[in-house]
């Protein structure tokens, strides 16, 4: 399964920026996504995730801004986020695990570059 992931880029503090993230194909059916994430000079990070019936899971400091979905027919799923801080600054990726029961993450796509400037 490859992963493409695209959406990031420059923008200011307070603004949006809408992350997508396209399977090349289905997986199993119960596979979870979810996006990380990276800043410089830290570790990677979980961001959120998102399962097969669209239930969703948030790390504590994007909740409320952040919102992930997901469109089956075309195995994508996207990360809105609103109100972004400066330290939102990170390479975004995604990545896709084929159980809920599974802790590892098996494919990971290339990463999209997110900064915000304050």
């Known amino acids: 399964v490859q992963l493409q992931a695209f959406g990031g880029g420059l923008v200011q503090a307070g603004g949006s920026l809408r992350l997508s993230c396209a399977a090349s194909?289905?997986?199993?059916?119960?596979?979870?996504m979810a996006w990380f994430r990276q800043a410089p000079g830290k570790e990677r990070e979980f961001v959120a995730r998102?399962?097969?019936?669209?239930?969703?899971y948030y790390k504590d400091s994007v909740k409320g801004r952040f919102t992930m979905s997901r469109d089956n027919a075309k195995n994508t799923v996207y990360l809105q986020m609103n109100s972004l801080k400066p330290e939102d600054t990170a390479v975004y990726y995604c990545?896709?695990?084929?159980?809920?029961?599974?802790?590892?993450?098996?494919?990971w796509g290339q990463g999209t570059e997110v900064t915000v400037s304050s």
């Open positions: 990545a896709l695990k084929t159980s809920v029961l599974s802790p590892v993450y098996s494919f």
């Open positions: 194909e289905r997986t199993g059916s119960s596979y979870v």
């Open positions: 998102i399962n097969l019936s669209g239930n969703t």
